[in-house]
């Protein structure tokens, strides 16, 4: 692994579809580019943009040190979460209290990468917003938006996706499959009747259908799904009837609009009664979703059963309505936007069937929520992370619908407090506490969900300034728990107070207040993870203050309390406080072994605190070891993950002291020039590839530990990691290797299996890292 390897990955959307080669306008987009930081692809829905947007982004990839991201904005409603919503596709975890913009602009400044922001149009102020402060505020961000509309700013350059062109239906068609709407048409074709390819019998007939389709990719592609019942000529005549009827009722719709509505109109009148009121309550959903998110929104128990579900999702995915993806857990499904506006605008025909909807989608994610929550101190927590991230878009709607119709802001409340482990585990403070914030703002009276709410607002208060105001929540917290008669709030809030005093450096303070909750022991409904966290937090500051002894036997009773449940999260800090006891012991041998495995748990459930936290140990233990070089690697890697979330690591005088005295150590035992080459190196990785370095790397010189064997992968599984990193959906690779769908997701599963990862980003950060 070299110094120049990319810090971060691509994080391409997944491709379910082959797509249609646009080679003109992919290199239009790259020359735009390659001169403007910001260049926005214009043009109708289901012209193709998003598809077109990621491939130019593919082909650029490499001109960009710090990668590309992309940014969804489909299923997002609030302008103010698109700052955070490019924060969490950046894997940036600000915990300051500066406004978004601000934060990111800041973490953003030194890096060189390619930001795609994804369907803006509806938020096109809140992107504009966005679009001036990075340009603004950094020198190496550029923006590839795609959006209906224009932007609206000076820098901008905008570039039109238009239809596929199209032939002339009379003219020489001898080479029909280079014309990218008939190979299009083709290609879906053959996907529902298979066999089906051009041929000089059909040119002339695909020409005009794509013709009266005004060369829009969705039509064409919704058209071709009736091939199967209907052949060539059919289709046509069909089409032109249709067509005709709705040119005659809005002369003033422009006529790709028109052409478009005709082709969903007629999906729309194909499907069964029953499809067709699944497709309307499943436009409530944003993002992807699984079959049981589908079938707790759609059936109400009268009109529609789950088993009615089931059914109508296969026909929807028959007829090109819904998208068939993997993703955590098995196969989850997507409504294209234009199609999810579809469905909202038959949703809202029916009085009272939104809300009805949405009502079952928020109570369906607080379940789903609420039993994560209960499994958390367990087994599966790298399947609870993937899923919830997975969910996200839904769980942002359920909030966002709780928190602004009135009657249900105690829902809100509710659904935010139970995310507590997500907010707090898996990297998203920021998020959680602007959905908390909203939820308190409300003004919820005395409950259990306000006491939650109020600890976990505290919990998440990440830097000097807010932890006074984080001391005050959890204060609040604990006295509205103890009115309320609930011993378990009162203890949640217990250890959040005890953590401000710890990040705050009262050390004395925090050890009294951790031995007392310790010695209390756990209290009927505390969460189990809380509890195992007073032991955690008892041990460090024990270590802390020199009794390493004592530390290591409260750990030991920490580790016996998360091996009986199959733990990871909680263990993991277990694991670093062990190797920062045997640190201060300066017993080096063992500290390290502790220090590898907890960084390895902190991956797997995305803990970026933890694995800054751990880093910085890393580091001193490499320089206790005598292996310099290696711990200024290791210095320059923690520090780039503290980038992501508060480079003053909260102002803590022992977490900055202590990095700064290894630092001085480091730099006089190897020198100015070799010490910043070695930190550039580290400062240069991203998440898995750092962790991949401490675990893996060939020129390891530190003492005291056996290096973790490096999977072994198949010749065949290698080709297909190589295949998932470059973003390759399962149905490409099976079409790239020449093997069965089925084929390649097996092989796919092998890999995660092996190397004990979750989703496919994790494959991709470990190819990487391979290089």
Request: charged letters at 25%; glycine letters at 8%; proline letters at 4%.
């Amino acid at each position: 692994m070299g110094g120049s390897a990319p810090r971060r990955g691509s994080h391409r959307p997944v491709e379910t579809t082959s797509f249609v080669d646009r080679r003109d306008e992919q290199a239009q987009g790259r020359e735009l580019l390659a001169r403007a930081r910001l260049v926005t692809l214009t043009g109708p829905g289901g012209v193709g943009k998003t598809r077109l947007a990621g491939r130019i982004a593919a082909r650029v990839e490499r001109a960009f040190p710090d990668g590309v991201r992309h940014v969804q904005l489909s299923g997002l409603h609030d302008p103010a979460l698109v700052p955070l919503a490019a924060a969490d596709a950046l894997d940036l975890h600000d915990h300051s209290d500066q406004p978004p913009l601000d934060a990111l602009v800041e973490q953003l400044r030194d890096r060189r990468l390619l930001l795609v922001v994804d369907n803006c149009e509806h938020l096109s102020a809140a992107c504009a917003e966005l679009a001036t402060a990075l340009l603004r505020g950094t020198t190496g961000i550029r923006i590839l938006a795609t959006s209906r509309h224009r932007l609206g700013l000076t820098e901008e350059h905008l570039m039109e996706v238009r239809p596929l062109p199209v032939p002339d239906p009379d003219g020489d068609l001898s080479a029909a499959e280079a014309h990218p709407a008939l190979a299009l048409f083709a290609d879906r074709a053959a996907a529902v009747v298979p066999g089906f390819r051009l041929t000089p019998g059909n040119h002339a007939a695909v020409a005009r259908l794509c013709a009266r389709l005004d060369g829009l990719p969705l039509a064409i592609e919704l058209a071709a799904v009736r091939m199967r019942v209907l052949g060539i000529e059919q289709l046509l005549a069909r089409l032109d009837d249709r067509y005709r009827l709705l040119s005659a009722g809005s002369p003033a719709v422009a006529p790709r609009h028109q052409t478009l509505r005709a082709a969903v109109d007629w999906s729309h009148e194909l499907c069964t009664e029953r499809e067709q009121s699944v497709w309307a309550r499943l436009s409530v959903l944003a993002g992807s979703f699984d079959l049981e998110t589908a079938e707790a929104v759609c059936a109400d128990g009268e009109r529609i059963v789950p088993y009615d579900v089931l059914e109508a999702v296969a026909g929807l995915v028959d007829k090109s309505v819904l998208g068939r993806e993997s993703g955590p857990g098995g196969v989850r499904y997507r409504l294209l936007d234009t199609l999810r506006h579809y469905g909202l605008d038959q949703l809202r025909e029916h009085h009272g069937e939104e809300t009805a909807a949405r009502c079952r989608q928020r109570d369906w994610m607080q379940e789903r929520a609420a039993g994560y929550e209960r499994r958390w101190f367990g087994p599966g927590q790298r399947e609870i992370v993937a899923r919830l991230r997975a969910d996200q878009d839904n769980l942002r709607a359920a909030l966002d619908f709780s928190l602004t119709t009135p009657g249900e802001e105690l829902a809100g409340l509710r659904l935010a407090g139970t995310l507590w482990f997500y907010w707090h585990a898996c990297g998203a403070p920021r998020e959680g506490r602007y959905w908390l914030d909203r939820a308190l703002d409300t003004g919820p009276g005395p409950s259990r969900e306000r006491a939650r709410a109020l600890w976990i607002s505290g919990l998440l208060a990440g830097c000097p300034e807010d932890l006074t105001r984080g001391l005050r929540r959890a204060e609040e917290a604990r006295a509205l728990a103890q009115e309320l008669g609930d011993p378990a709030e009162a203890a949640h809030a217990d250890y959040v107070i005890g953590v401000v005093q710890l990040f705050a450096d009262d050390l004395h303070t925090a050890l009294r207040h951790y031995e007392c909750t310790v010695a209390r022991g756990p209290v009927p409904g505390q969460h189990l993870s809380l509890h195992g966290l007073d032991l955690v937090e008892l041990a460090c500051v024990l270590a802390l203050l020199g009794e390493a002894t004592r530390a290591v036997a409260v750990c030991e009773d920490a580790l016996r309390l998360c091996e009986r449940h199959d733990e990871e999260w909680v263990r993991s800090y277990v694991l670093r406080i062990l190797a920062l006891a045997h640190t201060v012991r300066g017993d080096w041998r063992r500290a390290e072994p502790y220090a590898c495995q907890a960084l390895r748990l902190k991956l797997d459930v995305h803990d970026v605190i933890g694995i800054g936290l751990t880093l910085d140990l890393l580091a001193r233990l490499a320089d206790g070891t005598g292996a310099a070089e290696r711990a200024a690697v290791l210095l320059g890697g923690a520090d780039r993950v503290w980038s992501d979330i508060d480079r003053d690591r909260w102002g803590s005088k022992a977490l900055n002291s202590a990095r700064r005295d290894c630092e001085t150590r480091v730099r006089a035992a190897v020198g100015q020039r070799t010490y910043e080459r070695a930190y550039a190196r580290g400062a240069s990785l991203g998440l898995g590839e750092i962790v991949s370095y401490v675990l893996h790397d060939p020129e390891d010189t530190g003492a005291g530990r056996e290096p973790a064997a490096v999977p072994r992968l198949t010749r065949r599984e290698a080709e297909v990691a190589q295949l998932v990193a470059e973003g390759l959906a399962n149905q490409q690779i099976a079409d790239r290797l020449v093997i069965a769908r089925r084929t390649a997701e097996g092989h796919v599963e092998r890999i995660l299996s092996k190397l004990g990862f979750s989703n496919r980003s994790q494959i991709a950060a470990w190819v990487t890292a391979q290089r």
